[in-house]
């Protein structure tokens, strides 16, 4: 588990300096090395324009190099240097400008004075510079030549998508984001680790009972893209999903649930975290800030909460230079990975059972029960008793294992005990 650490930790590297957005090349970059550790990956375009319900495709942006010439000649705000010295989306600008007019069209942080910020302005023409607080404190009047080489034109928005069949038509969704600059915990710890879990569900999983639906787009406008062209059949056919972001820090573990907050995932998601991570924090949806917002939206309703590590919007270094390699660790993203894999497992094993007897069923004949009865006889098999106890086939083993007080995981293995001694049977819905 720690080389598996270490390698999406090396990935987070290999992705990191790239400039990515919500459409251009630094997408496309980003998905076709996702390709080489998924070659099912694939890579679907939407032109320019496409409505997407109240939406609508933008206009594609691509950028080759950015920065401030001062009056002194020095080279400030190097997009080659940190691609976060830019502001997203920015028109191409090639001009003498004063400090004041520049000003207007600078971004820093006060209070965090040594980190450049992420801005964005995706749907506005506007043209900006990030900056640290330090250094636009020392700008003195003159003449600054402001370049930005970009391009904006029509084009197209790209996303991943991978189908892993399974026994069942019914589907698990994970979707996750890589639409966001060099930031390691806010934007690539995502969608490394989950592409590590489809690894895992197709090199490891055999016997997979659902069909897994995982997609790697940008934030908003690519769900909203993708739900525009898919959400009739997701709607019929997803049993739960998660929302995969900021899962490689080593601070904590966090929650936000569905709108409802009552579905399968909400269950297994608080089960799993409660029994693993127990200091986790939960939030509200009203906390909500990424892509659940669009799959629990009304009409759309997916079965969709966020595990999590540290929240986005939680940690002082979100959306700034700060949240770099270092805050993000192999450490951080095994630990997350360990949480999703460990719910999805949960999910692939949540059924309704009933005995087939009336009564306790003799189990000293078959082997699972102490033959010699006493004070702690009834210790040692609690949590099988337990267990037929509430296997009435109305309540379903995620219920059962929330009622006993122990993880499902543990009570997977009195499940399957009883069920090779037929004391135990799936109710088929």
Known sequence: MVNLGIKMHKLCQELFPICRSITGNGFRESLIILKRYMPNLNMIEVPSGTKCFDWEVP?????KDAYIITPDGEKICDFKKSNLHVVGYSIPVRKIITLDE??????SIPDQPNAVPYVTSYYQDKWGFCIT??????????KYHVVIDSELKAGYLTYGELIIPGKSEKEIFLSSYLCHPSMANNELSGPVVTIFIAKWLIDEFENRKYTYRIIIIPETIGAI????RNYKKMKKSIIAGFNVTCIGDERSYSYIPSRNGNTLSDKVALHVLKHSCPDFKKYSFLDRG????????PGIDLPVCSIMRTKYG???EYHTSLDDLELVTPTGLIGGYNVLKKSIECLECVEILRTTTLCEPQLGKRGLYPTVSTKSSGYQVKDMMNLLAYADGQRSTIEIAEIIGIPLWELKKNIEKLKKEGILEVRQR
């Open 59 to 63: 206009r594609e942006w691509n950028i």
């Open 102 to 107: 520049l000003q207007e069209n600078l971004y």
């Open 133 to 142: 607080q330090n250094e636009r404190d020392v700008l003195k009047p003159g």
């Open 225 to 228: 893209t993708y739900l525009s």
């Open 290 to 297: 990424s892509d659940e917002r669009q799959y629990c939206s």
């Open 314 to 316: 939680c940690y002082p």
